[in-house]
């Protein structure tokens, strides 16, 4: 067989792979929206974001924490509340 042949069977199998490849990340993607979307929709999630907040405020005015402290709080509180409300989707 010629370099020809041998070089259009690598571009046709290299475009079949490239397509398959995007194919299963444009599904990913579909899904991991999906999910995020239904995440976003559980009514829990502003109840348990508003208690970070108010525990955040009550370690920054009633404790007088540091700054570091009451981000802290706020960013594992947000998290988690993210990582609950995935869980009981």
Sequence with gaps: MSADGHQT???????????????????RVLERSRSSLRVWADPVLPA?????????????????APPDVVFGVLGIGCLTAFLEAKQRN
Excluded: C, D
């Design 48 to 64: 348990i974001l508003l208690g970070v907040v108010m525990a955040a405020l009550a370690f920054a005015f009633i404790l007088n």
């Design 9 to 27: 069977r690598f571009f046709r199998t290299s475009r079949r792979s490239l397509l398959r490849l995007f194919s299963a990340i444009g599904r």
